[in-house]
């Protein structure tokens, strides 16, 4: 069967894109689901929380065309394909090439294992990178901080979407917003959640992911939270959102 794509992105940085590609995937895989996690950033951070530094190959290597997809095996169930820096210099290298923006699309074409899901973490921006994982996604998880102002750079990251669902890919559509980093009792973040389900409505998952310390602390031990801290609220809020995405998603 075909997998189902997700690209997680907000060109916010620090919204929690990859610490929630590192733990949906994890919590997915934990429910015997195939899934693969693809590092779009230069700076590797979803590489880096597996303890996965320096990859080679790495996805600047299958973009470049000189590879298939590397799909490193982190847990039962689930593959990540790391980035380093290199990949930083990938989208100049890359300006000038026919069909740059079909590049991921066609290299999850053919990747080795099969996948229920792939989810590909963006970096913070809506260059190349990001636009690859749009054209090659059905659909965009969108990560947003409960935090002022989160809420307010969010009509770019829409026009993006829309342009490059008329322009390359007709069957891309907005799978869900996530409220990462919810502080409980808080006007602020009370104001985000109102605003954006006002905004959003039946978009906005209700699973909300609290401010949890174990999320920001499981990194440093390449683990992802479940295998860090099973117990923590940020493992029962990653599952609950499992639960939810499956709910939502699952053929
Ligand atoms: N629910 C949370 N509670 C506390 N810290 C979090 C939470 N989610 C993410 N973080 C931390 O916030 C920072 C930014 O998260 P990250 O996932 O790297 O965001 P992005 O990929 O959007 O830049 C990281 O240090 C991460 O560990
Ligand atoms: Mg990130």
């Given at each position: 069967m075909k997998p189902q794509i997700f690209a997680i992105s907000n060109h916010k940085g620090g919204v929690a894109k990859t610490s929630t590609t590192v733990n949906l995937g994890a919590g997915l895989a934990l429910m015997k689901r195939r899934v693969l996690l693809v590092d779009l950033d230069p700076q590797g951070n979803l590489s880096h929380s597996f303890?996965?530094?320096?990859?080679?190959?790495?996805m600047y290597n299958a973009l470049k065309g000189q590879c298939p997809i590397p799909e490193v095996p982190i847990i039962d169930n689930l593959w990540l394909a790391p980035s380093n820096m290199?990949?930083?210099g990938a989208e100049l290298e890359l300006?000038?090439?026919?069909g740059r923006e079909n590049l991921l699309k066609r290299l999850l074409l053919k990747t080795q294992n099969d996948y229920d899901y792939i989810f590909c973490d963006c970096p913070p921006s809506l260059g190349l990178m990001t636009v690859n994982a749009l054209n090659a996604a059905e659909k965009v998880l969108i990560p947003l901080q409960a935090?002022?102002?989160?809420?307010?750079?969010l009509a770019k990251l829409m026009e993006i979407i829309d342009k490059v669902k008329e322009r390359l890919n007709p069957e891309l559509s907005i799978g869900g917003i996530i409220i990462t980093m919810y502080k409980k009792n808080t006007v602020l973040s009370r104001d985000v959640v109102e605003f954006t389900n006002s905004r959003f409505a039946d978009l906005v998952f209700d699973t909300k992911i609290r401010d949890n310390i174990s999320i920001a602390e499981a990194p440093a031990s390449g683990q992802d939270i479940f295998r860090y801290s099973k117990n923590s609220l940020g493992a029962i809020d990653y599952s609950h959102l499992c639960m939810e995405f499956f709910n939502r998603f699952e053929k």
């Amino acid at each position: 069967m075909k997998p189902q794509i997700f690209a997680i992105s907000n060109h916010k940085g620090g919204v929690a894109k990859t610490s929630t590609t590192v733990n949906l995937g994890a919590g997915l895989a934990l429910m015997k689901r195939r899934v693969l996690l693809v590092d779009l950033d230069p700076q590797g951070n979803l590489s880096h929380s597996f303890g996965i530094k320096e990859a080679e190959p790495s996805m600047y290597n299958a973009l470049k065309g000189q590879c298939p997809i590397p799909e490193v095996p982190i847990i039962d169930n689930l593959w990540l394909a790391p980035s380093n820096m290199n990949l930083s210099g990938a989208e100049l290298e890359l300006s000038m090439e026919p069909g740059r923006e079909n590049l991921l699309k066609r290299l999850l074409l053919k990747t080795q294992n099969d996948y229920d899901y792939i989810f590909c973490d963006c970096p913070p921006s809506l260059g190349l990178m990001t636009v690859n994982a749009l054209n090659a996604a059905e659909k965009v998880l969108i990560p947003l901080q409960a935090h002022y102002l989160a809420s307010q750079g969010l009509a770019k990251l829409m026009e993006i979407i829309d342009k490059v669902k008329e322009r390359l890919n007709p069957e891309l559509s907005i799978g869900g917003i996530i409220i990462t980093m919810y502080k409980k009792n808080t006007v602020l973040s009370r104001d985000v959640v109102e605003f954006t389900n006002s905004r959003f409505a039946d978009l906005v998952f209700d699973t909300k992911i609290r401010d949890n310390i174990s999320i920001a602390e499981a990194p440093a031990s390449g683990q992802d939270i479940f295998r860090y801290s099973k117990n923590s609220l940020g493992a029962i809020d990653y599952s609950h959102l499992c639960m939810e995405f499956f709910n939502r998603f699952e053929k």
